[in-house]
């Protein structure tokens, strides 16, 4: 008999056979209708998007010119999000640390200039990672690229899963990720981040997006799946025939899991055994800083075994359900590649 547990907020079901099914109390004789062609304003308020969405603040339209003001320099640039839900029955304690973990990373393993690293988290001194804000950095991030450039997108937070009616999805869902106001604003769905980051990418641009949260493996919609099982890149083309892919370059997406799995926060690489931090970002991290020449397929081996060690001692899963599934870090491409390569970021 499969098990179903409810998120009391977002009235989501997940069932222990690793499906998510989303359902509401009000709406639920609609989910289970024929919605084939339904508009996706239907689904956002299934997610309590509100009307007054549409009304920008002073403050907010002010922090959206400061961030389309941020220079757009040649060479290496990245966005780096971190949401904590403070305040939210939902609360995550590690991404502020994890977006601090990752600056650190790409300014010593990777020498990205200070300059170029922009950072949205809920702490006083940056801008917070609303949908808005979220997506015109994005924008920002892939303005103007040019032959060279190297991009990092990086998002530590809530990620779900809602029904594609439009025969887009392989598995029949769009992966999200959760911006600190999605309750009001809405989700990102894979579909926006791939019009927003990947579509722009000229040739001999590189990007990649580290994803640190759950139901993450196609989180950019990229047309190539790696199988560490088979060790073959598996095709995800969507099955309507939409192009997915770039405007030449090259587009790279790590995630935390698969879309049909959680991801964790743990205290389980602490030292002190109480700092919370995402156990993708940790393991990231500590496979490139402990090998310089990782490559891609070493990464995903060496964040694996970190990741069985650490459950084993136990952690705590950041997802809204709360079931106990192993997280397997998911590679995913615009086109394939010798997964032999160092991982150059």
């Given at each position: 008999?499969?098990?179903?547990?409810?998120?009391?907020?977002?009235?989501?079901?997940?069932?222990?056979?690793?499906?998510?099914?989303?359902?509401?109390?009000?709406?639920?004789?609609?989910?289970?209708?024929?919605?084939?062609?339904?508009?996706?304003?239907?689904?956002?308020?299934?997610?309590?998007?509100?009307?007054?969405?549409?009304?920008?603040?002073?403050?907010?339209?002010?922090?959206?010119?400061?961030?389309?003001?941020?220079?757009?320099?040649?060479?290496?640039?990245?966005?780096?999000?971190?949401?904590?839900?403070?305040?939210?029955?939902?609360?995550?304690?590690?991404?502020?640390?994890?977006?601090?973990?990752?600056?650190?990373?790409?300014?010593?393993?990777?020498?990205?200039?200070?300059?170029?690293?922009?950072?949205?988290?809920?702490?006083?001194?940056?801008?917070?990672?609303?949908?808005?804000?979220?997506?015109?950095?994005?924008?920002?991030?892939?303005?103007?690229?040019?032959?060279?450039?190297?991009?990092?997108?990086?998002?530590?937070?809530?990620?779900?899963?809602?029904?594609?009616?439009?025969?887009?999805?392989?598995?029949?869902?769009?992966?999200?990720?959760?911006?600190?106001?999605?309750?009001?604003?809405?989700?990102?769905?894979?579909?926006?981040?791939?019009?927003?980051?990947?579509?722009p990418l000229k040739d001999g641009v590189k990007l990649h997006a580290i994803i640190d949260a759950c139901h993450s493996g196609t989180i950019l919609d990229l047309q190539d799946v790696y199988s560490t099982r088979k060790n073959v890149?598996?095709?995800?083309?969507?099955?309507?025939?939409?192009?997915?892919?770039?405007?030449?370059?090259?587009?790279?997406?790590?995630?935390?899991?698969?879309?049909?799995?959680?991801?964790?926060?743990?205290?389980?690489?602490?030292?002190?055994?109480?700092?919370?931090?995402?156990?993708?970002?940790?393991?990231?991290?500590?496979?490139?800083?402990?090998?310089?020449?990782?490559?891609?397929?070493?990464?995903?081996?060496?964040?694996?075994?970190?990741?069985?060690?650490?459950?084993?001692?136990?952690?705590?899963?950041?997802?809204?359900?709360?079931?106990?599934?192993?997280?397997?870090?998911?590679?995913?491409?615009?086109?394939?590649?010798?997964?032999?390569?160092?991982?150059?970021?």
């Amino acid at each position: 008999m499969t098990e179903h547990m409810c998120c009391s907020d977002c009235h989501e079901f997940a069932s222990d056979d690793g499906d998510t099914h989303l359902q509401s109390n009000k709406e639920h004789a609609k989910f289970i209708s024929d919605r084939k062609g339904a508009h996706d304003v239907f689904f956002d308020r299934l997610f309590h998007r509100g009307d007054n969405w549409n009304v920008v603040s002073s403050y907010e339209e002010a922090t959206l010119k400061s961030i389309r003001k941020w220079e757009t320099t040649k060479g290496k640039r990245a966005v780096l999000c971190g949401v904590a839900y403070n305040k939210q029955k939902y609360k995550l304690k590690g991404t502020n640390y994890d977006v601090i973990n990752m600056r650190e990373l790409l300014l010593s393993h990777f020498s990205f200039p200070s300059t170029s690293i922009h950072i949205l988290a809920e702490m006083d001194s940056h801008f917070h990672p609303t949908k808005r804000n979220i997506q015109e950095a994005m924008k920002w991030l892939v303005k103007d690229n040019q032959c060279g450039d190297s991009l990092v997108f990086y998002f530590s937070g809530h990620g779900l899963r809602k029904p594609d009616f439009f025969d887009d999805e392989l598995d029949g869902y769009n992966e999200t990720i959760c911006p600190v106001d999605f309750r009001l604003a809405g989700m990102i769905t894979d579909n926006d981040i791939n019009d927003i980051i990947v579509r722009p990418l000229k040739d001999g641009v590189k990007l990649h997006a580290i994803i640190d949260a759950c139901h993450s493996g196609t989180i950019l919609d990229l047309q190539d799946v790696y199988s560490t099982r088979k060790n073959v890149w598996l095709d995800n083309s969507s099955p309507s025939g939409v192009y997915k892919g770039t405007s030449g370059g090259h587009a790279i997406s790590i995630s935390a899991c698969e879309d049909n799995q959680l991801a964790a926060d743990t205290s389980a690489f602490s030292d002190s055994g109480k700092q919370m931090e995402g156990a993708m970002t940790y393991t990231f991290k500590k496979a490139l800083m402990e090998n310089p020449s990782m490559t891609y397929a070493g990464l995903l081996a060496s964040m694996h075994k970190d990741i069985l060690a650490a459950k084993e001692k136990g952690f705590s899963l950041r997802g809204l359900f709360h079931r106990e599934r192993l997280q397997e870090p998911v590679l995913s491409s615009s086109k394939v590649f010798d997964v032999n390569e160092p991982v150059a970021l």
